[in-house]
Each structure stands twice: as structure tokens, then as C-alpha cells.
């Protein structure tokens, strides 16, 4: 699931909740850090004085990545999304996919050249 930042203040939930996602203690992930528990707490809850490197190691160990999109335009992920809401219930999307269609023409059979123009090898 994407999570849109809009304000520097929507980081630290959202650190917050990555890191309990992962299952450590903000001293387990300052171990991992190389920092003490305090510098970490400190991270997380003023994330936006800590530094862009600093950020993205710390996402980076707890399996988060940072994409940048360009404002007003959907995530490939909400694009998904809203294709799937648009198109209705899934019972409805199976309907639609499995009801048959109109009939495909068939394409022509293919014609062997008479036997006298045929190359003999």
C-alpha cells in the first residue's frame, strides 16, 4: 500500500508504524543503526530535521522504499485500484470476463499451391 506524504508531519506515524510493522523496538533499530536508542527516538519524532540519507537508511531497513511521483498524478498502484472500482463487484468483473463475446471469424484455411508449382528438393 502506497502512504502519500503531503506534510512533513505525516513521517512520523508513518515510521511509527513501519517499525512496529517490522517488529522492532526503536533500540533494536538503532542497534542496527549504529545510534543510540535516544538518537533514534529523536529521528522518529522529528523526522523532518533528520537528514534525506539518514531517511532513506532508515526505511530502507525497515523494507520501505521512497517513490517520488509528480503531484496530482496517481500512483501506478492507485491507478490498479481505481480500474478495479470502476469495473464493479468481482463477481460482476468475472461475469463480464467469462460471457461469451461476438463471434471471432475464422481465419482462412491455408491453400497448398497446386503439385506442379511446388519446389521438389
Known amino acids: 500500500m502506497d502512504y502519500p506524504i503531503r506534510s512533513l508531519q505525516q513521517l512520523r506515524p508513518i515510521l511509527v508504524g513501519f517499525r512496529?510493522?517490522?517488529?522492532?523496538?526503536?533500540?533494536?533499530?538503532?542497534?542496527?543503526?549504529?545510534?543510540?536508542?535516544?538518537?533514534?527516538?529523536?529521528?522518529e519524532a522529528n523526522p523532518a530535521s533528520t537528514s534525506v540519507e539518514r531517511l532513506y537508511t532508515v526505511l530502507r531497513l525497515l523494507g520501505a522504499e521512497l517513490l517520488l511521483s509528480p503531484a496530482g498524478q496517481?500512483?501506478?498502484?492507485?491507478?490498479?485500484e481505481q480500474e478495479a472500482t470502476d469495473a464493479g463487484p468481482p463477481?460482476?468483473?468475472?461475469?463480464?470476463?467469462?460471457?461469451?463475446?461476438?463471434?471471432?471469424p475464422e481465419a482462412p484455411a491455408r491453400q497448398e499451391p497446386p503439385p506442379s508449382a511446388r519446389e521438389r528438393w
Open 20 to 43: 512496529k510493522q517490522a517488529g522492532l523496538s526503536q533500540q533494536a533499530l538503532a542497534e542496527q543503526l549504529g545510534i543510540t536508542q535516544q538518537s533514534y527516538a529523536q529521528i
Open 74 to 80: 496517481p500512483s501506478p498502484d492507485a491507478a490498479i
Open 91 to 104: 463477481a460482476a468483473r468475472l461475469a463480464r470476463q467469462s460471457a461469451p463475446g461476438p463471434a471471432r
